[in-house]
């Protein structure tokens, strides 16, 4: 055991390596107090008190590291996939995009898998209009939006205000100064889509939407669309 080594920052902030430590030194503390660097870091070669002189001097940077922790847990738990409830061979949507008039039906995921021909389809009709750019879409959008049109029990063509939104394209719209477009938006990676639903009203969207608490949510009733996006769970 003379030749294993000992990073300090592990031996301090990892508590699972802490933890081993301890067990091997209770069964081979001679073997131990030959490495390296040991004594100098706890002080000493007896297992109670080097245990005891870590756990002291680094009580305070172990309870900011724990905050730290479960602050990052906090956050995880609100990025959801939805849930898709019951049985389904497939899953198929429809769009219209309102700026070129393209249409699309798509069965974008059968057989237990997705379809790369069908999404390469819908990534197309979702790419940014004005650069004529193309980005991969994010798949759990496309099963919100499935889920969403299951729960509005339509069949219909979503209408498609905004898909991928090429960073160039955003920075213009923030610039014209039209409102609800974020400096880093979501549209940027493919993770969100601006609808709304023939013969649904605005409303009805969106609460179907809130209802997934799979992702951000922003009503625009003055420019009748509802966002719906794959971070975590908001609304506004």
Known sequence: MSNTNFEETDLIYTPSRRLFLGTVLVGGTAGLTGCGGFESLFG??????????????KTQSKKRSAQKIAGHRQVQK??????????????????????????????????????????????????DHRSNSVRRIDRKLLDQLFVLRNKLTTTRPVHVISGYRSPKTNALLRKKGGGGVARRS???????????????????????????????????????????????????
């Open 186 to 236: 979501q549209h940027m990676l493919g993770k969100a889509i601006d609808i709304r639903v023939p013969s649904r009203s605005l409303n009805k969207v969106r609460l179907a939407a809130l209802s997934l608490q799979a992702g951000g949510v922003g009503y625009y009733p003055g420019s009748n669309f509802v966002h719906l996006d794959t971070g975590r769970v908001r609304r506004w």
């Open 78 to 127: 609100r990025k959801r996939s939805v849930v898709i409830k019951g049985r389904h061979h497939e899953r198929a949507l429809a769009f219209h995009n309102t700026h070129t008039g393209e249409r699309l039906r798509a069965t974008y995921w059968a057989d237990g898998r997705y379809d790369k021909g069908a999404l390469r389809e819908i990534d197309h009709l979702l790419r």
């Open 44 to 57: 000493s070669t007896e297992v109670g008190k080097k245990s005891s002189k870590v756990v002291k001097g």
